[in-house]
């Protein structure tokens, strides 16, 4: 991971009982946004991402995912004509991070906490001192987003690059942009069905706030 | 993980005969030759004895990537595919296919740098080859279906990101003419046939893996973005083809295509290309349209968008939507290919109703794509389509083939430019049903020699463009008259080097490449402008063999030839520069293995060496200058009987292509009156043992 | 002193900005944009001469900006960083009539590069002629002995290249017209 200090809970939003849970409050400041219609699937991105933050050229990692959905798109692979992908319409859609709102799913299923928030952009991001290589966080995302590097045994995931995301940069086509953080997490379909459970100690923490 | 960054570490070989998989350590083994057509030749010299043929079991298959495929550094997504080609005529030697795609990139992150085929199974097969877990299936079930029904099927199995090389009938029936193809649109000629014989349909791979990089990744990064700052568009055209604000130069003949105005018509909405400032680097995908290029400015309203191999801004696969072939033809609306790919259905027809570059035109590549892209067919960079115009039109096929079949063709329908002749052509020539497509499937010298056409009338016929062996020229006195020249008699197929081709239509003026040819090759006489050559001198050899190696290199390393060398910029303040030395940099700060420009020129020349070496041993013949680099006769003439050296022809003298040749074998440190290298160039360049084998068989000049 | 280092700042501005947008400006223009920005106004006794020293000096400083003399007689200026001297060249004809605008391109593409120039290509930006002006002007230029240079080929599937016959001879014209259109893109 890259260097940085990394803040378990900010002064104004994360919530923490004594010794308890961490809970992410605060919302991120910026998120990567993507146009389908521009991407030519290069993969730049997912070079860009693994190679000059982690010196190791890793689609498997990449934490902007390009290659699950090039070829047959998001649905997989199409009977015929009717798909995504090169073999579809030719669409690619690019999956990346939401950065979501509170209750930030893959931190609340982290049994270490590893899962925080870093300024200036208020990123989740992997403590990867913390991150025991469990891979719960991979059950939680509906996103699938959470990619785990077997060279590190650690979890990963997108953390802007705190603020000028190099997937951005490197995008031949401009088809990504770095904006202001806003909730997508209504707005994009889930890939898959979160089976993470929230933890005990968590759950009671989130019984304390919400109470009925 | 591996000791060096770059390489994966692993070669694959698999024997199809016995089934044995097993690994061999990349650079114990093959080091000294990078990969790609490195590691090709290097099995083929010592595991493949000289007499055997291309679809004999003891011929093998290697699918070749190098040090560069599957990281980040621009332009690296081919696959080199290196055998004994059936197209060769009168006999099969050493020579390479290669495939872009994803196929390179994943095949690095399953951890090899090469796949060895051997042997032959007794039933049909398919690879399937994810992470460390490799098998050999039951390829039964796909075996008479086409490369895209194939690829799902691999896919359902392999998930939808495993990059699947496929043959289609093609080559399972054993044409030579035919290809492998990945990722839709991707292709290799000359190797389905290969593939078929070894009962082999196709090879899925899954890699989850990484490739590392050795060295400092903020000096890797700084790296990536001074070669993205050098590229042009497609074939390394450095200026726009039409006027524009920020550019100094502009040519009607650059595939920089992109301008305010041009726009990806099919995509929803559309996206215009508009001004494509050299640096700004989030607007290299917009320069290159293919299909634009070629098919005229119709193209731009069917364009979805540009596509291509893993890495690359440059989108040179154009992704076409034509919704009218769907009703017309009962055809998909979409398809997506380059250059003689892209143009393969309409090249067979000499006209069209509505003209070369109208609707009908159009359609014809659709179907063309839709049709040979299924079924695994090769044109052979536009021969076949030559060859078909030839014959039927000076009345060949019909002295040839019987009458009732020569009928059973709607030959109206092919003299009026109609599309669906391609539905009763393509298939045929896949599987071989009938005198004329078994005989176009065999390649140009296979079929002359089934005819009992005498070679001498392509040789000498400037239409079309004929060179040696069963192959056409591919950038030759066209494009840099001597040197183009030299660099077509070296190959065992149509040459595929783009070094110099890339330099001379790059679009700058004739005095800037002058300038920029001095600094490469020690004078401005290197080049001359197109149609208005000049003698033969030393810097033009000089030339020849820094694209001859650096093609090799590319092929090796896993950079693409068809873009680079990047030695001329879009860049002003470089003055048009561009750098010699990027592929030792990439290389070095990749694997770690620190080599300077010369070093790895030095390695390159090692590796051509040795494809010279296989092609002396497998041809029995040292007299090379005789027998192999030869130079057809059209080269010699103009249309308009112009002198050699007159401006407006790219005829060339006879006796200066002899100094030509003299001057070149000097440079290269061979014999000059047999075009051998000598047994001191073997020495010098680490291939003492190679020489000595040559020395036992008499083959040394 | 102050007031002058301002307006120097904003002619600057001034011609980079247009040259942004791909065209060139004129004193003139750029002495309306002043005084619309409130520089150079009443209290300035003469504008046009403050202009033409603070443009001199302009174009001393910053090795960007450009001037071009039109044919008209118009002095223009643009910033290279944004905008090509030859295209300045050609806007600079393009606001002349479009018969020297034409005869220019076509020699300083023959004798340059050096090429033919196909004919359609007039009919696209920067050029934005029609197709009926380019035809009026080669006919008018076939009877003006200032042109006779300018010549033209047509290539095998009927595409119109120009060319200058000071710079290319005829045959040479042809081979180079047949290479660009035909020629290149069947020996791709």
């Known amino acids: 991971m890259t260097g940085g200090l990394i803040i378990a809970f900010s002064a104004s939003g994360a919530k923490a009982a004594k010794e308890g849970p961490v809970i992410i409050m605060d919302q991120a400041e910026g998120l990567v946004i993507a146009d389908p219609t521009k991407c030519v699937g290069c993969r730049r991105c997912e070079l860009a991402c693994t190679e000059f933050n982690d010196g190791k050229a890793s689609p498997t990692i990449a934490r902007i995912k390009i290659s699950r959905n090039l070829n047959f798109g998001v649905n997989g692979i199409p009977t015929g004509q009717r798909g995504g992908g090169a073999w579809g319409n030719g669409l690619v859609i690019q999956d990346i991070c939401n950065q979501c709102p509170h209750p930030v799913p893959c931190a609340n299923a982290c049994p270490n906490d590893a899962i925080v928030v870093r300024p200036p952009t208020n990123a989740r991001v992997v403590d990867s001192k913390r991150c025991s290589g469990c891979k719960m966080c991979r059950r939680a995302c509906p996103w699938e987003m959470m990619s785990f590097d077997s060279g590190t045994n650690k979890a990963t995931k997108c953390f802007l690059c705190d603020g000028s995301p190099k997937c951005v940069e490197a995008c031949p086509s401009g088809a990504l942009t770095y904006a202001a953080w806003r909730d997508l997490t209504g707005k994009i379909p889930p890939r898959v069905a979160p089976t993470a459970i929230v933890a005990p100690e968590k759950a009671q923490t989130c019984n304390e706030c919400h109470k009925k | 993980m591996a000791k060096h960054g770059g390489w994966a570490g692993k070669v694959l070989r698999v024997d199809l005969s016995t089934g044995k998989i097993s690994t061999e350590d990349t650079l114990e083994k093959y080091r000294d030759y990078l990969g790609g057509t490195g590691i090709g030749y290097k099995v083929i010299w010592d595991e493949v004895q000289a007499g055997v043929k291309s679809f004999d079991p003891a011929n093998k298959i290697v699918y070749g990537v190098g040090p560069l495929a599957g990281t980040g550094a621009p332009c690296n997504g081919r696959t080199a595919i290196t055998t004994l080609w059936p197209t060769c005529w009168p006999k099969a030697l050493v020579a390479s296919g290669h495939m872009g795609g994803q196929f390179a990139a994943e095949l690095k992150y399953a951890g090899y740098d090469a796949i060895i085929i051997e042997g032959r199974a007794d039933r049909p097969v398919w690879l399937s080859v994810w992470d460390e877990k490799v098998e050999i299936k039951d390829a039964r079930q796909l075996w008479g279906q086409g490369i895209r029904r194939t690829t799902i099927e691999i896919n359902q199995q392999m998930g939808p990101e495993a990059s699947v090389a496929a043959i289609g009938q093609a080559g399972e029936n054993l044409a030579p003419m035919s290809v492998v193809m990945n990722s839709y649109s991707h292709s290799a000629g000359g190797v389905g046939g290969v593939m078929g014989s070894k009962n082999l349909k196709a090879i899925g791979v899954r890699g989850t893996g990484s490739v590392r990089i050795a060295g400092n990744k903020e000096e890797w990064e700084k790296l990536i ?96 939507k034509v919704p009218a072939v769907s009703a017309k033809y009962g055809i998909p609306e979409l398809g997506q290919n380059t250059c003689v790919g892209l143009l393969f259905g309409r090249a067979f027809f000499k006209s069209f109703p509505d003209g070369p570059k109208g609707q009908t035109a159009i359609e014809a590549c659709m179907v063309g794509m839709y049709l040979a892209d299924d079924l695994g067919v090769w044109d052979n960079y536009g021969q076949l389509q030559r060859d078909f115009q030839a014959l039927y039109y000076n009345g060949i096929f019909k002295r040839k083939v019987a009458e009732k079949e020569f009928n059973s063709y709607s030959w109206n329908k092919y003299e009026q430019g109609d599309p669906t002749f391609l539905f009763e052509l393509l298939p045929r020539i896949a599987n071989k ?26 040789l000498e016929n400037h239409d ?67 149609a208005a050559f000049t003698p033969m001198n030393a810097h033009k050899a000089k030339m020849a063999k820094w694209s001859l190696l650096r093609k090799e290199l590319h092929d090796c390393l896993s950079l693409c030839n068809w873009m680079g060398p990047w030695v001329a910029s879009p860049l002003k303040e470089r003055e048009y520069r561009g750098d010699d030395s990027i592929e030792s940099l990439l290389y070095s700060l990749a694997t770690g293995d620190k080599k300077s420009r010369q070093e790895l020129d030095t390695i390159a020349e090692r590796i051509f060496l040795l494809h010279r070496a296989l092609t002396i041993r497998d041809m029995g013949a040292k007299d090379m200058r005789t027998k192999h680099d030869t130079i057809p006769d059209w080269v010699f003439t103009d249309p308009k009987d112009k002198a050699a050296f007159s401006k407006g022809t790219i005829r060339m003298d006879k006796e200066d292509i002899k100094l030509a040749m003299d001057m070149f074998y000097e440079e290269m440190a061979w014999d000059k009156e047999t075009g051998s290298p000598t047994k001191a160039t073997y020495r010098r360049l680490g291939l003492g043992t190679v020489a000595d084998e040559l020395a036992k068989r008499g083959l040394l000049p | 002193m102050e007031r002058q280092e301002e307006v120097r700042a904003n002619i600057l501005n001034i011609i980079r900005d247009r040259s942004e947008s791909g065209r060139l400006i004129s004193a003139e223009e750029i002495l309306t944009e002043l005084k619309r920005r409130g520089l150079l106004t009443s209290e300035e006794i003469k504008p046009k001469t403050h202009l033409e020293t603070a443009l001199k000096q302009a174009l001393q400083e910053n090795r960007d900006v450009k001037e071009i003399l039109a044919p008209n007689g118009v002095c223009y200026y643009y910033s290279v960083r944004r905008l090509s001297e030859t295209y300045a060249g050609i806007l600079v004809l393009k606001s002349e009539n479009p018969l020297w605008l034409i005869a220019e391109v076509v020699r300083e593409n023959s004798k340059r590069y050096p090429r033919p120039v196909p004919v359609a290509g007039f009919m696209e930006s920067p050029f934005d002629l029609t197709l009926e002006a380019i035809l009026e002007c080669l006919r008018v230029m076939g009877e003006d002995k200032e042109y006779q240079d300018i010549a033209q080929t047509i290539t095998s599937v009927g595409k119109t290249f120009l060319y200058s016959s000071r710079h290319l001879d005829p045959d040479y014209a042809s081979m180079l017209a047949e290479w660009l259109d035909v020629g290149q893109a069947d020996n791709p």
Not at chain 2, 436 to 447: D, I, K, P, R, Y
Not at chain 2, 486 to 492: A, C, E, F, G, L
Request: proline fraction near 5%; hydrophobic fraction near 35%; aromatic fraction near 8%.
């Open chain 2, 225 to 320: 973005k001074l070669h993205l700052s050098l590229l042009g568009a497609n074939n390394q055209h450095v200026v726009p083809s039409n006027p524009q604000p920020w550019a100094e130069h502009y040519n009607a003949g650059s595939r920089w295509m992109a301008s305010a105005g041009r726009r990806w018509g099919a995509a929803n909405p559309s996206i215009d290309t508009g001004a494509c400032e050299p640096h700004n680097l989030n607007r290299i995908a917009y320069r290159t349209n293919n299909a634009a290029y070629f098919l005229g400015d119709k193209a731009w309203q069917h364009t979805v968008r540009g596509n291509g191999c893993t890495a690359c801004p440059i989108r040179c696969h154009t992704m076409l």
């Open chain 2, 464 to 530: 079309l463009l004929y060179w040696k062996l069963g192959h056409p020229k591919h950038h030759s006195n066209e494009d840099a008259g001597q040197c183009g020249v030299i660099i077509n008699t070296q190959y065992n197929r149509d040459a595929q080097c783009h070094s110099h081709s890339n330099f001379t239509r790059n679009g700058l003026p004739i005095e800037v490449q002058k300038r920029l040819a001095a600094e490469l090759w020690g004078s401005p006489d290197a080049v001359d402008a197109v």
């Open chain 2, 433 to 458: 049903e009938g005198e004329l497509a078994t005989a176009l499937g065999l390649g140009t010298g296979h079929l002359l020699e089934r005819w009992g056409i005498p070679e001498q009338e392509w």
